[in-house]
């Protein structure tokens, strides 16, 4: 995979916790300095405690200080790209704004896309 943003995903969907769904997702966001961060998603025995990919790798950036993406690359093994869900959509808003969002799947297959064409009329600290 030539785009290194694009195989730190790969890489970290491999680190999965998913013994439940057996649906392993991984996730990169690339600061604007180039730095990459990455998550997986981490299941829980109780389902509804799971976290995805996603919000693992913008908490995990945040908590270290991180504070401006360009750039969020998702990762899993699916024909149809998987893309990220709406809680997610709702989290990568606040912390990345209209970002471009990387889907691509182990074959390197790949589609790109702006946050604000996936998650249209967001709510955020605007309305408050
Ligand atoms: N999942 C993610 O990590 N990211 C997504 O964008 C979609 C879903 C995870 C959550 C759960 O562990 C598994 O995939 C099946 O829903």
Redo the contacts with the bound molecule.
């Keep these: 995979m030539a785009d290194a943003l694009l195989a730190a995903a790969l890489a970290a969907r491999e680190n999965?916790f998913?013994p439940?769904?057996k649906?392993k997702?991984g996730?990169a966001l690339e600061e604007v300095d180039g730095r990459v961060h990455t998550g997986?998603?981490v299941?829980n025995a109780t389902y509804g405690l799971?976290v995805?990919?996603?919000r693992v790798a913008v908490f995990k950036a945040i908590s270290e200080g991180a504070r401006k993406f360009r750039r969020v690359a998702?990762a899993?093994d699916t024909d149809a790209l998987?893309?990220?869900?709406g809680a997610?959509r709702q989290i990568l808003w606040e912390f990345c704004g209209d970002v471009e969002i990387v889907l691509v799947n182990p074959r390197g297959k790949t589609e790109t896309y702006r946050l604000k064409d996936l998650f249209p009329k967001p709510f955020d600290a605007s309305f408050l």
């Design positions: 999965a998913a439940y769904s649906f997702v996730a997986c998603n299941e799971t995805c990919a996603e998702v899993a998987t893309p990220p869900c997610c």
